[in-house]
């Protein structure tokens, strides 16, 4: 194979993850730029850091990248992957970085623009693609508007990560609302701290998280959607500040494939889309419509379950940037897998009904994994690094569990 250099940031699950999915397709090692080995990435034979203090604040960040992209002498680009949502809001705010790497996310204008939901779902509505009733709520709206609205609805910010880092009393990254008096005081609440974006009051989608999906991808550069992997979630981390982050993932039920696959068809061709996408869908319980969420142009925290479901996207984007090898049709993963974001037996504690079922058939078939129990990254001080990485987690969903009640 031709030689490259995939280039990660942070040194997180993410960027392992990232670099479990190249080495699996390519068994070429990733290096990663951050600060400082997290445990995720320590001790790993497929991943080599690079760490600087001042590999921090944008500018910093940018500054080490473009450096660091220039002195690589190879016969292509690095391809440079963000190993946090952070790390991608500053590739798209750069667009520079492209002229020292390949960059698999839709830079640019358009993709910019389509960081903001409320332009996505311009997009949504003109292409006739299903999600949720959305209103715009800033600090000055008179709530007074949305008295008569049917609740219960959601209430989230617009952009996560303008929420990420706040501290306050009552503070949920997502709001299920039963009446518009809660509404008054949860916006009045999130307003008296130092927020100051903008919210969005969406009509909540009826079922449990059994009901959500997760499609992940790569569109090539010529606009052809390469691999594809669908899950459907088990459970996700009932903590406040992780609701919508999976825990559990099985390969969806082939029914959906067609239908979810034509909606992601139809949005790329839209809006002239390139580079890894992850979309998140739910089925209404009540019409049994798919609704999107949102788009993330780039791959997902759970991505690694497009790598066990055998739609390695990492695939098809070392064919286009590397092998430059042409379009030759959409490979779909369906091997089936359970795919987990801490220990198998604390996932199944939290499991009953249909999503205890799926669960139990996958383990009984050794097709339970998770992202870092590589059997080609396994040295001991690796094994002993991820068995201390799953207790910690272990603890944490258990703890969380135990304190938040599940919908």
Partial sequence: MKEFLPVSTGNDLLTYSTARGIHEATDVTTVSLGIQDLRAVRHSAIVRTVNDDAFRGEANVVEHLMDFGRKQNGPTKPILFAG??????????????????????????????????????????????????????????DLQEYADVRF???????????????????KW???????????????????????????ML?????????????????VDRDGNLRDVAIGRALTD????????NHLAIVLAEEAVFEPLIAI??????????HGLINFDFKRDANDGEFYVFEVNQR??????????????????????????????????????????DCSPKVVREHLSGPAAALFDDMASRGRVDHTLTYPADHGFQRRMNNARYLDVKDRQVEENFAQYPVD
């Avoid at 219960?152 to 009552?170: A, C, I, Q, S, W």
């Avoid at 992601?264 to 889309?273: E, F, G, L, M, S």
């Fill in 237 to 244: 981390d009932p903590h406040p500040d992780m609701r919508g």
């Fill in 264 to 273: 992601v068809q139809k949005y790329i061709r839209a809006v002239n889309y």
């Fill in 202 to 218: 969406q009509k909540f989608v009826a079922g449990p998280i059994f009901n959500e999906y997760s499609f992940s991808g790569y």
């Fill in 84 to 141: 946090a949502e952070s790390y991608a809001d500053i590739f798209y705010r750069h667009p520079e970085l492209e002229e020292v790497y390949h960059v698999p996310y839709n830079i640019g204008p358009n993709g910019a623009a389509l960081q903001s939901k409320e332009n996505f779902y311009k997009v949504c509505e003109e292409q006739g693609i299903r999600y949720p009733q959305t209103f715009i709520i800033d600090r000055e709206t």
């Fill in 299 to 340: 791959q997902g925290a759970s991505s690694y379950y497009a790598m066990m479901a055998g739609g390695n996207f990492y695939r098809g984007l070392v064919e286009d940037y590397v092998l430059e090898k042409p379009f030759s049709g959409m490979r779909v993963g369906r091997e089936p897998f359970v795919w987990v």
């Fill in 152 to 170: 219960p609805m959601v209430l989230k910010p617009e952009h996560t990560m303008d929420f990420r880092d706040l501290e306050f009393e009552g």
């Fill in 173 to 199: 990254k997502v709001y299920k609302l039963e009446t518009f008096a809660e509404l008054e005081e949860t916006v009045a609440r999130i307003y008296q701290s130092s927020f100051d974006g903008r919210l």
